[in-house]
Structure formats: C-alpha cells, structure tokens
C-alpha cells in the first residue's frame, strides 16, 4: 500500500552529513520517479541493476541524545520520536516510537509542536475493539470492522514504527564511481537507503523490527532492497516538518513519509469508508470513519486522495505503480461513476467571479449581471437584498448538486464534500445578511460544517494550522469584506446608491 513515495526525487542538496563516501563524485541523477518508472516497459519488474564492485555503505548503530536539538539546519540524523530510553521496549511505552532519519530543523519542529508527545487518544474504551486484521482473499492482509462504526468514529490513532525523506534529498552528498551509468546510479542509491533502513530496523524493539518485516512489499523485482521496498509500499505522508522547496523538485521532495504496522495493513478503495490524517501533538496517524460501516465490512482508505472525482482511467493510471488492478465498486461500474466523477470537476469549480466582480451562472459559466426590477431600475435596497440573494443561491445550488453526487459515490469524509459543505454554509450566510428568515438555514449549515470540521480537520499540523488561521481572518472580516464588495459592484455598474 504505497501512499507516500509516488515520486522519488533524489535533490542535489548541500546537507552536511556523516553518512558520505569515498568514492569519486559523479552526477547523480536529479529525479529518481519510481511511480513513472512502473509504467514503463517492465514496470515494477525491471530488475536489479549490475553495480559491480560497488558496496552500500553500512551504518552503524549509535545511542543518540534525545534531547540534543542543535544541529544545522541541512544536518542528517537519526532520531527516536518521541525518545526512549536505551532498550526500551514497549511494555514501557505502549503508544510506542517511530526511528527517523530527518534533518536538524525537522527534530525541532517535532519537539517543538505545543504538547508533544502527547498521549495517544483511545476509541471508546467500555466498547469492543472496533477492528481486527485478517487475511483478505487476493489482497494479503487487511482490516476488517468487528462491529458497527459511526461516522466520524476515530478507529485508530498510531505512531509510525519508520519515519524517513519522502524524496532521498540527503544523496545528493554521497558518491558513486564516475563511470556508472544512469540506471547504475539509480542502483547504488537504493542500495545505499536499504542499509539506512536496515540500521533504522535495526534500532526497533523486536516486536517493532517483526511488525515491520511482515509488512507487503510490492518492489521485490525493481532493483529495490525488502526493507526500503517495505517502505514504499506502505508508507504515507507525514502532514508537517517540511523541508525548503526547490526549484524545479516536486513538492513531495518536502516531505516525510512515516510506515506504520496496522494503519498500513488497510487496503485501497477508489471509494474508501475511512479518511486519515496526521497528528502532530501526538505524533500520529489517526483513522476516522468517513461513513458509517457495518460489522465484517473491510475499512479502505483512498491511495490517492487528490483523485477521487476522477475518471477510472485515471484512477487506473496513478495507481499503475501500486502493483494492483483496483476492483473498488467506483471501478467495477465506471459507466455509473464516470458521469458523477465528470459532473462534480465542474461542480467543484468556483461559482463566483471575485476579480470580475460579476455573478457566474453554474450552468452556462457566463456572467448573468445585475438584478433588476421590471423598470429596469434598482433600488439601493432592493439592490442590496437581490444581490445577496443572487450571490447565495449561485453558490447554494451547484453545491448541493455536488454535495448529493459525493453522498451517492460514498465519499461523505472527502475534501471536495467538506468544501461543497464550506460553500453551501457561505451562500446562506451571505443571503442571512439581508434576510433574516434565511438565518436559521444559515445556522443549520454552520452546525454541520462545524461538525465535518471537528471529526475530519481536528488533526493538528501545518496545513490545518494554516486553514484554521485563513477562516479565522475571513470570519472576522466577513460582514465588512461583503459590504465592501456590494460597493464596488455599485461602482462598476454605475448604479446610485
């Protein structure tokens, strides 16, 4: 279940590292995109490439102070998060600890969150154990409800037993032999991160290094090594500690990609029941039920989030380099799914040209003007009401079209369903402005919108951080920024108020 490596640039970075050869420098290559590469001719069964003589370098396993923070910026180390004791095990510390290998600013800004390492939270301790892990028929392992699960239930919440660079930027200090050729260098790279993870596994308690050896791994014939290849089929993205962007990398060369013993047992589903997220304070994945699920039903999440209203073949596409063909009931009736998935790229399309200072019509895309009285004229404040309620309801409708289209394909935990929910509280809160018989309309979707918040953007890190502090800044300014805007409309229609 590979979820945080689908693409692996390896950056030329300057970082300052003790893990650096010998040998004589030669040009590495920029992008290492083994989810391209899987679409290729061979694919995920290209096999290893002869390196010759070449050895990975083999790294040896030091105690490390845990409480030690100042290192460089672009400085590589390992880390236990959140520390442990020298042979702690996890009679000492069930909410357990994953090994790291990240950079100085990365140790600080997880040791830094408010809180951390907080406790992880518990499902509903006087209920059963809301899941088991079993063998699925065609799938290997998955994970499987053992009783009925509400939506929004948090299943489970789990630190990862790896945590490493979702792009291998630290290479960029090593060498290889100035005649490798490009597939030779590819090679040695991945040698040389299956002895960093090897060392990393090595660091784990026992029942953590067996945990993860059991673990899938999809990259057996690609050149990858069991441990690294375990990595990449089952790892998912870390939702902060960053690094710097760099020109021309792709933004998952920014992040971290932390591989977890049971939350990476659950299998894919273009039409998943549960939506995860990560949680800094606690260190943590956390796995919320996106609909209700029955006892004995599988829990799927989604491989590909960002893709979820697209076309199966596209579907089909981004998941090439998963190694599975997916049988999901999206992709088993794409004669049904298709036109939903079609229909909902251009529901999710912004319904209001701000710049424009114009209403859109959501069906043709074309401005519709003003709203005007049978003479022709508008009052200021009539003009005032009919805009407010113009501007509501072409946001309101197509929202709801979405919003039905998302009910119907299963995806009520979705970022476009949460979305949709924004814009249909939005447009009754512009059209309770004026009309106070629309108040309680507006109240009703605030309170849901509220509730979709609470269960599926109640993680804690950078990305909810920043939309937490966008919708305090436009709550705060909602009343004067609508008014400010009925002005400016005035003024370009050259309409007295």
Same mark, same amino acid.
């Given at each position: ?120 939270? @518990? ?52 060498? /290889?032999?100035?005649?490798?050729? @490009? ?19 090595? @660091? ?102 960002? @893709? ?15 190694? /599975? ?156 920024? /609508? ?15």
């Amino acid at each position: 279940m590979k979820r945080g490596f689908l693409n692996k640039p390896n950056a030329l970075s300057k970082a300052s590292t003790e893990y650096s050869s010998n040998t004589v420098k030669s040009q590495i290559p920029a992008v290492i995109n083994l989810a391209d590469q899987s679409k290729e001719v061979g694919g995920l069964k290209k096999g290893r490439v002869d390196v010759g003589d070449f050895k990975a370098q083999g790294y040896e396993i030091k105690p490390n102070d845990g409480k030690k923070l100042d290192y460089p910026d672009d400085a590589w180390i390992t880390s236990t998060q959140p520390t442990q004791k020298l042979g702690a095990t996890l009679a000492d510390d069930p909410d357990g600890w994953a090994e790291c290998f990240i950079s100085g600013r990365a140790k600080r800004a997880i040791v830094s969150v408010p809180g951390f390492p907080e406790a992880l939270p @518990r499902p509903d301790p006087s209920r059963p154990k809301p899941y088991k892990i079993v063998e699925t028929p065609g799938k290997g392992m998955g994970m499987f409800a053992t009783r009925d699960i509400e939506w929004g239930e948090l299943i489970i919440a789990e630190r990862p037993l790896l945590v490493i660079p979702s792009a291998i930027r630290y290479m960029g200090a090593l060498a /290889f032999p100035a005649n490798f050729t @490009r597939d030779q260098l590819q090679q040695a790279q991945l040698d040389q991160m299956e002895k960093l993870i090897e060392m990393l596994v090595n @660091r784990m308690p026992k029942e953590n290094q067996e945990a993860y050896k059991k673990l899938a791994n999809c990259h057996q014939e690609d050149g990858s090594g069991p441990l690294f290849g375990i990595s990449m089929t089952n790892s998912f993205a870390l939702g902060d500690y960053y690094e710097p962007e760099i020109p021309g990398y792709p933004e998952v060369a920014t992040r971290y990609s932390g591989t977890c013993n049971e939350i990476s047992r659950v299998n894919h589903s273009c039409r998943p029941n549960t939506q995860g997220d990560w949680d800094s304070p606690t260190f943590s994945f956390q796995l919320r039920a996106s609909k209700p699920i029955k006892k004995g039903e599988e829990i799927t999440l989604t491989y590909i989030s960002d @893709r979820v209203v697209e076309p199966t073949s596209e579907r089909q596409r981004q998941l090439a380099s998963y190694g /599975f063909t997916c049988t999901c009931e999206a992709c088993s009736n794409p004669e049904i799914s298709d036109p939903r998935s079609n229909a909902l790229k251009e529901l999710l399309k912004p319904t209001f040209n701000l710049m424009m200072m114009d209403w859109i019509n959501p069906t043709t895309g074309k401005g519709i003007g003003a709203p005007a009285t049978s003479s022709g004229t508008i009052m200021p404040g009539m003009m005032s009401m009919g805009m407010a309620n113009q501007l509501g309801q072409n946001t309101i409708e197509p929202a709801l079209k979405g919003l039905k289209l998302l009910e119907e394909e299963g995806l009520y935990g979705s970022m476009e369903y949460g979305d949709l929910l924004g814009r249909v509280m939005l447009g009754y809160n512009v059209i309770a402005l004026s009309s106070k018989e629309k108040r309680w309309e507006a109240k009703q979707w605030n309170d849901k919108y509220k509730r979709y918040k609470e269960l599926f953007k109640s993680a804690r890190n950078a990305k909810r951080r920043k939309e937490k502090e966008c919708e305090e800044v436009v709550k705060k300014n909602e009343k004067e920024d /609508f008014n400010k805007l009925v002005d400016e409309m005035k003024k370009k229609m050259n309409l007295r108020a």
